[in-house]
């Protein structure tokens, strides 16, 4: 049924070897063969099937080469996990790491000679369905593909790879953020989280970090190769530029003056609660075409779009809310570096649609819409000294509580100088089950609105 042998200087050859397992396991391939190996399940060890297909598949031992695995075509092998939604469908798990960062080796590199490159020009990508409890070998692969970057992409992951550079070369390092770049980050590589390395022109340690695709980004390739494409919003590399350049002329206009000048009837959604995120989409595909949410870019980047009114004084009458709180999954399934609210704020970069009221206000509704000013549009990723110090206090203070079964004492916005918990539950029976087996009111993580105010008077100076 499956044969042994291939050619590893020949790219065909190689993908026809690597698709005989394209529905089936591992463990169907080597039929019966014994594994001269005490680490057959997956659990804890997420590069076990990564290892085992280097070494009973292809017939190599997995190393940390700076060269691809088949050096004579240059094809990089990788090894990816998919998820299973709600629904049914499939999705990729996570972002896919290419290499190492050395903080002391890069500053001298440039683009063109970067070691980088040798792991991304051209990737054979294996997607696997991850289960719980499932040993490696018996893990299915769904899809086998060759893959490579666009013209374009490959233009935003030099910009990414400029930004990450630049910041280690400045002696910036313990700063580094996924959410800094679009498709290529920074992200933290290391088994114990507390473990520090050196960096040039600076004597603050950081955290180990390695070059790899976020986890946006790989969803758009798994859409990709099942047949989904998206528009490319802009020829130009540097998409932040093009999309502020284009809400620039409407800075200090009112939401009226905008209507008028991009013909918009706002009259129908004037009495929505949402108005503002309504009003705000039809600017978009007035501007863009259709909203930034269905352009490539935004898809593979996950920038998210948040709009935001600020009283008089600069703050936001409200707190700026996150998804619910699964009470369960972030007890049992989590730890703070691989947290839902960790990956939200680290891997993700936010686009901010900032308006102004020009008087105090109790509802957005007692506003008419010569009262509401754009103010600007912005780029916010969350500071790492903010993540990894309040945001992570929170975080541990949450699973703590929840774990004591305590879940009416939750961090408060006036203890917290960056979010806090509190219920955004629909009504009374709007419930979610705890670790206990009883079920609660459902509550968010909330960044607290000084904490949002502040940090736009900042990118405004």
């Known amino acids: 049924m499956f044969t042994k042998e291939y050619d590893k200087t020949n790219v065909e050859s190689i993908l026809r070897h690597a698709k005989q397992l394209q529905g089936y396991t591992l463990r169907e391939y080597l039929d ?4 001269p190996t005490t680490r ?28 691809p ?20 469908a499939l999705t990729t798990k996570e972002r896919l790491v290419l290499s190492q960062i050395n903080f002391h080796d890069i500053v001298s590199e440039t683009w063109d000679d970067n070691s980088l490159l040798k792991k991304l020009r051209f990737l054979l990508l294996m997607f696997y369905v991850a289960e719980k409890d499932v ?37 910036n390092a313990h700063e580094l ?32 970090r390695a070059f790899a695709l976020k986890s946006s980004y790989m969803r758009a390739i798994w859409n990709e190769l099942n047949g989904s494409r998206t528009e490319a919003l802009s020829d130009s590399a540097n998409v932040y530029d093009f999309v502020i350049n284009k809400f620039k002329p409407l800075y200090g206009k009112s939401i009226a003056d905008i209507a008028r000048i991009l013909d918009i009837d706002a009259a129908p959604m004037r009495r929505s609660k949402d108005f503002i995120s309504r009003f705000m989409k039809q600017v978009q595909v007035k501007l863009f075409s259709k909203r930034l949410s269905e352009f490539s870019e935004f898809e593979k980047s996950g920038i998210q779009v948040k709009n935001i009114l600020l009283l008089p004084n600069g703050i936001p009458k409200e707190s700026m809310s996150f998804p619910y709180i699964n009470y369960k999954e972030i007890v049992l399934q989590e730890d703070w570096e691989t947290s839902d609210i960790k990956s939200l704020f680290e891997n993700e970069k936010h686009l901010w649609l900032v308006f102004k009221a020009t008087k105090p206000y109790s509802c957005q509704r007692d ?66 089950e705890t670790p206990q087996g009883t079920r609660e009111k459902k509550k968010c993580f909330f960044l607290n609105r000084a904490y949002v105010g502040n940090q736009i008077r900042k990118m405004v100076a």
């Not at 019966?32 to 594994?35: E, K, P």
């Not at 070494?55 to 190393?63: A, C, L, Q, R, V």
């Not at 695995?69 to 049914?88: H, I, N, Q, S």
């Not at 912005?378 to 699973?399: E, I, K, S, Y």
């Open 367 to 432: 506003l008419n819409l010569n009262e509401i000013i754009f103010e600007k549009a912005m780029f916010w990723n969350m500071p790492a000294a903010d993540l990894d110090g309040a945001m992570q206090d929170l975080w541990r203070d949450t699973v703590a509580k929840i774990r004591a079964g305590d879940y009416g004492h939750f961090i408060k916005m006036s203890e917290n100088p960056v979010a806090h918990i509190r219920p955004k539950a629909q009504n009374s029976n709007d419930l979610m």
């Open 135 to 171: 040993a490696s070998l018996d893990l299915l692969f769904e899809l086998v593909s060759t893959w490579s970057p666009s013209d374009k992409d490959m233009q935003i992951i030099r910009q990414d790879w400029e930004t990450i550079v630049a910041k280690v070369r400045a002696g």
């Open 69 to 88: 695995d088949f050096p004579d075509v240059g094809l990089e092998l990788k090894v990816t996990p998919l998820k299973r939604l709600a629904k049914g």
């Open 177 to 208: 953020s996924e959410g800094d770049t679009m498709y290529l980050g920074a992200c933290p590589k290391a088994a114990d989280s507390t473990v520090r390395r050196s960096q040039p022109n600076s004597n603050i340690p950081a955290k180990p």
């Open 32 to 35: 019966g063969v014994q594994l």
């Open 40 to 67: 057959e399940t997956r659990a804890g060890n997420r590069g076990q099937l990564g290892n085992e297909i280097e070494k009973y598949f292809f017939g190599y031992e997995p190393n940390s080469n700076s060269e």
